[in-house]
């Protein structure tokens, strides 16, 4: 920028907001941001500029001596910023669609396009284009306009000072270049001095716009990001959360559509479960008449009818999801038997629970407790052969060879058959629980079937409590990157936890 | 894969199973050898070697104490007919295991574990004379 620029008379110090709106005008860029504190310096060269493209404007703002600093303000920094750039002549053509620009404006400020891009003078262009057209209308010539235009822009520039800031609210980005200007009469003489400095201060201001820039860029970014993270985390605890499982990881990617059907359907019975429950304590504790009981009870067990109806059909759909225990919680799985419970320890359990019994009904859960624990083993032998009918198919041939060997496909198909006899075994299995819970109500009186289903689904609860109590233990801290989900899940957790006590 | 025989069951081999199968005549006789093999024991299984399940209530009533008598169907000639026969009767395409006790047909697995748990298969092998108190 060279001090020689400065060449009119009477031209004041232009002020920071007038340059930058007049550089708005003349480039069709975005208007700056409210800090931006525009250039100043070498917008004196605007020689044959101001005379070939703007003398309206120059006449409007009325160059030459005048008493209204201001004004003059307004003019010099609209001729600033005109030749600021002359290589940007070019966009001076669009100068004809403006045949009015108020000279200056305190809030508008210009952007250079350089590293903005000049996509990114569009919308705040047309910010700018509406305040333009917010002014009043200014007639193309006529001193008036000296008038109209400060008045105009003062009235739509509240702010503006002559300070730096100059508040810009439609603005998105920093102009590139800034430059704290300060009018003052002072500086007004000795324009070599000032451009000095204020060239330091332009450039200064120019590296930190550019790096409020870069800063807020990288804001945004991590803002984006964290929303589809924070979306994804959501989307996952949603989908653990409806299966009713209380594992870390991605549990719902694994599960067939059969298994997550059933585990759904499953975390919905456990919770008509609770309810269940709660009509038997509140029954038993209201000591209602027989007639009513039964029917409470009665609902519970068809309630337990239900979940096996669940787990026939989701033996058909998966019968492995239904073996491996995975639907259950951890704690129940240490006592997992063919895909559920073992009838057997279940009356081992309740039996204590059920005093006082007659001696017929003693009689009858005992031989209950046998015939359950024969047909157990009867099962669990069967399994075991099948097993073992399994493993020999597989292992068939020789197991040195690879697979394109000898009968591969024929033993595949074989050990597929057999494999589809688990079906039946938990089927089974199934069956004597839900018999097994039949002969109970059989067996024993109302009150006492009452206290059975109660205290058969307090057992479960607690020990579905305990999972949970176990899953949430305090353990080492681990890396949110590796395991997001996993935090998630132990928070569900312990809020769950927290259910599970106040049944206590 | 071949089920190794243990010596608590009766087999019943299946020359004898053919005979009364050639007594019988043709298709609606074989339900007629079904019956007639049912009545020859106290507690008959209709079986087929290789099935894990029969296994299971083969396991079952010898666990009892009871003797059943046992035909393998995959080792007899008209075993398929038999099956065809047992599988109407039961009106299910999977009949196998088949139970009957002195005689009358108490059903497939399912139903002989419900009549275990409920208490009925006990009076009824009692009462067929395989078991003893």
Redesign the interface.
């Given at each position: 920028m060279a001090s020689n620029r400065v060449a009119q008379p009477g031209f004041s110090e232009p002020e920071s907001s007038n340059q930058s709106m007049v550089y708005e005008v003349l480039h069709g860029v975005t208007p700056p941001q409210p800090n931006f504190i525009e250039q100043h310096g070498s917008a004196y060269d605007f020689g044959e500029l101001e005379q070939a493209l703007m003398p309206k404007v120059f006449h409007g703002v009325g160059l030459g001596a005048d008493g209204d600093r201001k004004r003059n303000c307004d003019a010099i920094n609209f001729a600033a910023f005109l030749g600021v750039r002359p290589p940007t002549l070019e966009i001076f053509p669009s100068w004809p669609v403006r045949p009015q620009p108020p000279p200056t404006r305190a809030n508008s400020q210009s952007a250079e396009s350089t590293d903005s891009g000049s996509a990114q003078n569009t919308g705040p262009w047309k910010a700018a284009d509406a305040r333009f057209d917010q002014e009043s209308p200014i007639s193309t010539k006529g001193s008036d306009h000296s008038e109209h235009h400060p008045q105009g822009e003062m009235a739509s520039d509240p702010t503006r000072a002559p300070s730096s800031t100059a508040p810009a609210p439609n603005s998105q980005f920093k102009p590139l270049e800034k430059k704290k200007v300060t009018a003052s009469s002072s500086e007004r003489d000795g324009s070599k001095q000032l451009d000095a400095k204020t060239l330091r201060r332009l450039a200064q201001n120019r590296e930190a716009a550019r790096k409020s820039r870069l800063r807020k860029k990288a804001y945004v970014q991590q803002l984006e990001n964290s929303r589809i993270k924070l979306n994804q985390l959501e989307q996952e605890l949603q989908r653990a959360r409806s299966q009713g499982l209380f594992l870390a990881g991605g549990a719902g990617a694994n599960l067939s559509s059969g298994a997550a059907i059933f585990d759904m359907e499953h975390a919905r019975w456990l919770e008509e479960d609770q309810r269940h429950m709660s009509e038997l304590r509140a029954g038993l504790h209201a000591h209602l008449p027989d007639g009513e009981l039964r029917v409470i009870v009665d609902s519970c067990l068809g309630h337990y009818d239900e979940i096996f109806r669940l787990k026939s059909v989701a033996a058909k759909a998966d019968v492995f999801h239904l073996y491996s225990g995975i639907w259950t919680t951890p704690a129940e799985r240490c006592f997992l038997w063919m895909g559920g419970f073992r009838p057997s320890d279940l009356l081992k359990i309740l039996v204590p629970h059920l005093e006082p019994l007659t001696e017929q009904q003693f009689l009858?859960i005992c031989?209950?407790q046998q015939?359950?624990q024969?047909?157990e083993?009867?099962?669990s032998?069967?399994?075991d052969?099948?097993q073992q009918?399994l493993a020999?198919?597989i292992a068939a041939g020789s197991l040195s060879q690879g697979p394109d060997v000898g009968n591969y496909m024929g033993q595949m198909a074989?050990a597929l058959g057999?494999l589809a006899?688990y079906e039946?075994?938990v089927?089974?299995a199934d069956?004597?629980r839900q018999?097994?819970l039949?002969?109970l109500r059989?067996i024993l009186t109302i009150r006492q079937a009452a206290r059975c289903f109660l205290a058969i689904g307090e057992y479960y609860t607690r020990l579905r409590a305990l999972s949970s109590l176990w899953s949430s233990r305090p353990r080492e801290i681990m890396v949110p990157e590796a395991h997001p989900v996993a935090t998630a899940t132990e928070l569900q957790m312990v809020q769950h936890t927290e259910n599970h006590f106040t049944t206590f | 894969m071949h089920y190794s025989a243990e010596s608590w069951e009766t087999y019943v081999p299946a020359v004898q199973v053919a005979a009364a199968m050639v007594a019988g005549g043709g298709r609606g006789e074989a339900l007629e050898s079904v019956e007639r093999l049912a009545s020859r024991s106290a507690v008959v299984i209709f079986s087929v070697s290789s099935c894990c399940m029969c296994h299971a209530i083969k396991s079952l009533f010898c666990g009892m104490g009871v003797n059943p008598a046992v035909y393998e169907l995959d080792e007899d000639p008209r075993g398929k007919e038999i099956e065809k026969a047992l599988a109407r009767l039961l009106g299910t395409t999977q009949p196998l295991p088949a139970v009957f006790i002195g005689g009358k047909l108490v059903g497939a697995m399912d139903r002989v574990m419900a009549s275990h748990i409920n208490g009925s298969l006990v009076p009824l092998l009692k009462q067929a004379g395989a078991l003893w108190l």
């Open positions: 009858g031989s209950l015939s359950s024969q047909a083993e009867a099962l032998q069967g399994l052969s099948l009918a020999d198919t074989i057999k006899n039946g075994f089927r089974q069956n004597l018999q097994t039949h002969q059989r | -």
